[in-house]
């Protein structure tokens, strides 16, 4: 079911869209990686960030995800500021609490999965949910088999991540942060790290969560099938400024900037 | 100088009894004081609390930098013109456990820094607390890594527990050095003392070995 953008439940995202990238710049010393970008992104869209490495698009997922601090400007999500707070009127600093608060609404996975090592599949899937959401360890297990179920992974759940694929380590961290029920998923190249012949049952996992739930997601990817079939809106990024944009019929059927032309065709020749 | 069986007999349970109930339990004090203070102090560095951690740091160097006997001496013998008055055993445990407590911190730094950053930038993403990042992510991790390292120091502090011979704590180096001077014989006392060491120091540091090979491996 898709999240109507008029909600009035999610009065705040009305006026404004979910998420809202404001003159953002991030540099890193004398590199500036992104510059002054706006981005407009609507609740329960999809939105596939491509272009070439080193193009920020994954930068934008890690600022969204709290993991790289913002040099300027504003990240707004659901109608409240990412990296800041209100004092009185005037938005300051956030601190650890407000990100602490902002984060439980985002989930990400990440291109090489990041499992804790120590802990069970099952405890993977369920550590966040009572640690940071206070759920019932009962609740969370019950949640964390259903997850497991639905990425084909029940019964690998006593397993520890080494003894699993790639393909299947990346699908428990799929089911990790969708455990936390994050209204916004961010996918950083979740498939460059698997052999070619794993790729497929990740995709098809994400496939049917992109299909089946209004949850916001923005991808940074290299499989073009992948971002053809998902997305609402595909981004084109080069150096830190997005170079087109639009339905990813339009970018990858008649793209109209000569980077994407020339991005596109290096891509997919292979 | 002939070794003369009959008088090593009569000394070696002696010995032997100063060594596990004086000379081990020491070290295993003074282990736990090394691995939770030290725990303590790696935390703080890590953190990099203003003031707090750099002033821990200093310490740590301090500490490092200075011997053992000469930190005995000052806690057993100055301390006490201020008034803190501590027992020779007390004296001995807080010292070794102190001085190790630096060590281990190292130890425990390298074992925090050996954590791959995405394991950290996952712990982010599930937006879970300080306090379970630390107990349920980082440090389980961590031991496995620095466990063989702590025990070298540990085998290694067994051995600078007769220094505590300089403030009159009883352990088996103290002992033969007594029997010694009451019998005019050292070459039995002297030399089952360091039979007992390396009856000690020579498996314990294999296990390490075996324990390092298993742990890299597992």
Redesign the interface.
């Known amino acids: 079911m898709k999240q109507l953008k008029d909600d009035p439940v999610n009065g705040a995202s009305t006026d404004r869209p979910f998420i809202h990238f404001d003159k953002v710049v991030k540099r890193y010393g004398e590199l500036t990686v992104l510059d002054h970008l706006d981005i407009d992104i609507a609740a329960g869209e999809k939105v596939t960030l491509i272009g070439p490495s080193g193009s920020g698009k994954t930068t934008i997922l890690r600022l969204l ?3 790289e601090s913002l040099t300027e400007g504003y990240i707004w999500v659901d109608g409240k500021p990412l990296w800041h707070k209100y004092n009185g009127t005037e938005l300051v600093p956030a601190d650890q609490k407000h990100l ?1 608060e902002m ?2 609404q ?3 996975v ?1 291109q ?1 999965f ?6 069970t599949v099952l405890q993977n899937v369920i ?2 949910p009572i ?2 959401l206070g759920q019932s360890r009962d609740l969370a297990v019950a949640r964390a088999k259903e997850l497991l179920n639905h990425v084909g992974l029940s019964a690998k759940e006593d397993a520890h991540p080494n003894q699993l694929s790639g393909g299947q380590q990346q699908r428990v961290a799929i089911a ?2 969708l455990a ?1 029920s994050p209204r916004v998923l961010l996918l950083d190249e979740v498939t460059s790290a698997l052999d070619p012949e794993l790729v497929a049952g990740v995709l098809a996992v994400l496939r049917e969560l992109a299909e089946t739930t209004d949850i916001t997601m923005l991808c940074v990817t290299h499989e073009m099938g992948f971002a053809r079939d998902v997305s609402d809106r595909v981004m084109m990024f080069d150096k830190g400024q997005i170079v087109e944009e639009g339905p990813p019929r339009q970018i990858f059927e008649a793209p109209e900037h000569d980077r994407t032309k020339g991005f596109l065709s290096a891509v997919l020749a292979h | 100088m002939i070794w003369d069986w009959q008088f090593a007999r009569e000394i070696f349970p002696i010995l032997l009894r100063a060594f596990l109930q004086v000379s081990l339990v020491i070290t295993v004090l003074a282990t736990l004081l090394a691995a939770a203070l030290g725990l303590v102090m790696a935390v703080i560095r890590y953190s990099k609390v203003p003031v707090v951690s750099p002033t821990t740091s200093g310490f740590l160097q301090f500490i490092r930098a200075t011997p053992i006997p000469v930190q005995l001496f000052f806690v057993f013998y100055v301390l006490p013109d201020i008034g803190v008055l501590i027992s020779a055993v007390v004296t001995g445990v807080l010292v070794l456990g102190i001085h190790y407590a630096s060590y281990f911190a190292e130890v425990y730094r390298g074992g925090i820094e050996s954590i791959p950053k995405g394991q950290w930038e996952a712990c982010t993403a599930l937006s879970l607390p300080v306090r379970t990042i630390w107990q349920r992510v980082v440090l389980p991790q961590a031991v496995r890594k620095i466990l063989p390292s702590l025990g070298n120091y540990v085998i290694s502090m067994a051995k600078e527990v007769p220094f505590l011979l300089f403030i009159s704590v009883p352990e088996m180096v103290a002992q033969a050095k007594d029997i010694g001077g009451a019998s005019f014989r050292y070459l039995e006392p002297f030399t089952i003392c360091g039979v007992i060491y390396l009856a000690f120091s020579y498996p314990a540091s294999v296990l390490m070995r075996k324990l390092e090979i298993r742990l890299e491996t597992a």
């Open positions: 995800m709290t993991l602490r984060r439980k985002i989930g990400m990440f090489h990041n499992l804790f090592p120590n802990m550590e966040a640690r940071s990790r942060a936390m």
